[in-house]
């Protein structure tokens, strides 16, 4: 699997699956969860709303799909992230889930390409740099035939510098 570094806005990258980084309710929220449900139109929340009916809400770690709406990817893989809260081994092992369950999603849907947002590292306050450095782990140790690329999609010039030290 190839890895790209992006600085810029995950609603407007070309990928077969971008990744949301969700709230449990699934029906919009701040930051990334916001841009995407607003960018991607009522579809992407009628579905959410739909798997909300279906199973109750999404569970920290765990993931979801929905179609992309108006966003140029085929998909919108939600992920919960762990709000930290100073428990470093239980909130790292969440978060690990998060990378792990969506590339497992992904696959199982045929993905080629998926983008990731900096998961848990805005209103969640998960610390930059263990983050940064859980979602790279994650993605090296996870072997696919099938997905050939991923993108880690940096919002703020923070979290690039972090990313790229780390790559």
């Not at 849907?109 to 782990?137: M, Q």
């Amino acid at each position: 699997m190839k890895i790209e570094l992006i600085k810029g806005d995950i609603t407007k990258i070309q990928a077969d699956a971008i990744v949301n980084a969700a709230n449990s309710s699934l029906l919009g929220g701040g930051g990334v969860d916001g841009a995407i449900h607003r960018a991607g139109g009522k579809q992407i929340l009628d579905e959410c709303i739909e798997i909300r009916n279906q199973q109750g809400k999404c569970k920290t770690g765990e993931a979801v799909v929905t179609t992309a709406g108006n966003l140029p990817a085929k998909y919108v893989i939600h992920t919960v992230g762990p709000v930290w809260n100073g428990d470093e081994e239980k909130g790292s092992k969440l978060l690990a889930n998060c990378y792990n369950n969506s590339l497992k999603l992904a696959e199982s849907l045929e993905v080629k390409t998926i983008a990731f947002p900096n998961i848990s590292t805005g209103v969640y306050r998960f610390p930059k740099e263990l983050a940064g450095k859980i979602a790279i782990d994650e993605v090296k140790n996870f072997k696919s035939e099938v997905i050939e690329k991923v993108i880690f999609v940096c919002f703020d010039d923070e979290n690039e510098e972090i990313y790229k030290k780390l790559l």
